[in-house]
């Protein structure tokens, strides 16, 4: 499969980890910000290979891992309500809230909807012009583009009975909120590469040259991360830190310009409440307040329950590479894809998942 397989190609795979090994001459620590790309350099045995040359930690790039509790209970909450149903990706029905996820709440009868996209969803609405359908929108700056044409398509077709919950987060202030931390420790960055696609890479300027921490935009075959990897080693062993583009197959500079209008059109920075760490100022998106007719937290009223954290799953710990998935006591015995004490173990794109799958030193049985 041309595009593909020219980027899982074993010979040119193995000369990339050798000039990585021959380029590093200590061990450094870099962290890949997506989940995508944990999956991936796990799912290819790169992390395996490059361990005592290249330490790779795992970063926030999961927007199912930090999506707001207070979202997913209150997500939960909706669907128990008679006249709605609540739409959402498959992702996001596992995934813990305080006393119950999604799908608990299905399973007892609440209307829980699973849906391919926000279009799905609109046209959800449509067919049940006696319910109000909300649409649970998660995701980073790749998916906001999709939400906002569901809300632009709604307006066109007077679409009454349509709204959205929206969590969509922004990577790069969580980027910023991790090197703000004394105890961090990366010492480069594999920026996620679809995010660029939308977003481009531009902003990244002024984050290398306030962090001094080389940034390198990087795709997810197993060619692309090691050719980022690579690009981060040499900067680090030259004592450089600058932006570079490993992926510009895919990205460009600006980025797409019609998803960025789009995303300016319809929604406005705001703070945001992630999952394991708090506020994190500029960190999300909410609709504009000319498309507020669209919101659900405006629409709908909300208990004040109180939210109830899960001690026990130290997805902040794992998020910003301060613990490794297999270190967490609970990893692989009272948590697992089945039974899940926190979201980086049931996203698709959680560290924790990742490691279940490709990497599983302890025994699941026990």
């Not at 010979?11 to 620590?29: D, N, S």
């Not at 570079?244 to 019609?258: D, F």
């Amino acid at each position: 499969m041309k595009y593909l397989d020219e980027y899982r190609d074993p010979a040119a795979a193995q000369r990339l980890l050798a000039e990585i090994r021959k380029t590093a001459t200590r061990r450094w620590t870099l962290m890949e910000v997506c989940g995508g790309q944990t999956h991936s350099l796990l799912r290819h045995g790169i992390a395996a290979e490059l361990e005592g040359t290249v330490e790779l930690i795992h970063g926030p790039g999961c927007p199912v891992c930090v999506t707001s509790q207070v979202d997913i209970d209150f997500a939960c909450e909706l669907a128990q309500r008679e006249d709605m149903i609540l739409a959402s990706f498959g992702d996001m029905l596992r995934v813990p809230g305080s006393e119950r996820s999604l799908l608990d709440v299905r399973t007892a009868g609440g209307q829980v909807q699973v849906v391919y996209s926000p279009l799905d969803a609109v046209r959800l609405a449509q067919k049940n012009p006696q319910r109000q359908i909300v649409f649970f929108a998660v995701g980073f700056e790749t998916t906001a583009p999709a939400t906002a044409l569901a809300v632009r398509q709604a307006e066109r077709d007077g679409v009454q009975n349509f709204s959205l919950l929206v969590s969509h987060v922004r990577v790069q202030p969580a980027m910023e909120s991790l090197v703000k931390t004394p105890d961090h420790r990366v010492q480069a960055f594999l920026a996620a590469g679809h995010v660029c696609t939308v977003m481009g890479y531009e902003s990244y300027e002024s984050f290398v040259e306030r962090y001094q921490l080389p940034v390198v935009v990087t795709g997810f075959e197993p060619l692309d991360l090691l050719e980022g990897i690579l690009a981060c080693v040499r900067q680090l062993e030259q004592g450089q830190a600058r932006l570079e583009n490993c992926y510009a197959r895919a990205v460009q500079a600006a980025g797409n310009r019609a998803a960025r209008d789009l995303v300016q059109e319809i929604y406005q920075i705001n703070d945001r409440t992630w999952r394991g760490f708090g506020v994190i100022s500029r960190g999300g998106l909410e609709l504009r307040p000319e498309w507020s007719h669209f919101d659900a937290r405006l629409r709908f009223e909300k208990s004040e329950l109180p939210v109830l954290e899960n001690d026990a799953c130290r997805s902040y710990d794992v998020m910003t590479g301060q613990l490794k998935p297999t270190d967490c006591p609970e990893f692989g015995k009272r948590c697992s894809p089945d039974s899940p004490l926190g979201a980086p173990m049931v996203s698709s794109e959680g560290a924790c998942a990742a490691y279940y799958r490709y990497a599983m030193p302890v025994d699941h049985t026990t």
